[in-house]
């Protein structure tokens, strides 16, 4: 029985150091509008300010948008852009009626009249969504979630193992 519960703990650590390295990539590779971007895949949290501008989702879903070249752009397309309202970057969408420049500096004018320039355009969303891991996500990510749910483990971690070692160093010295 003393050996399932070794081999249960370490199982518990490891799964736990898996997620804080997880957390911790996410929160590391936030860009300057705040949403979590890996190689060509932007990971949009749906909250108060998204879900009345983005009607496709409901509050608390975690939607990825994957990003496209200008050639790949095309008029009629539907793309997620970053917009600001009060101070915040939210998540919009729009429908492209033009498009001018190049792939390195581009202008995209949306049906509804506004421009985007190419700094503020996140994607396309291909049918990646997450009911309420956005949410997680945002808890996750906030000062107060991400000490209590991953730094308070990795500490108590810490201490259990300086533990481990020290009653391994008492059993040494009875010897």
Known sequence: ???????????????????????????????????????????VTIDDHNSAEVKDFNKGDLVIIKAVDYDQVKTGDILYYYDVLNNTY???????????????????????GSSISQDRMIGKYENQKYKNMGSILNVLGSRFGFLLIVILPVFMLFIYQVYKMIMLLKNNEAK
């Open 1 to 43: 029985m003393k050996v399932f519960g070794k081999v249960l703990l370490s199982i518990v650590e490891i799964i736990v150091i898996v997620f804080v390295v997880f957390i911790t990539t996410c929160l590391l590779c936030r860009n300057k509008y705040g949403y979590t971007v890996f190689g060509k895949n932007t990971l």
């Open 90 to 112: 939210i998540l919009k969408k729009g429908e492209v009626k033009e498009k001018q420049g190049n792939s390195t500096s581009s202008i995209y004018m949306m049906k509804d």
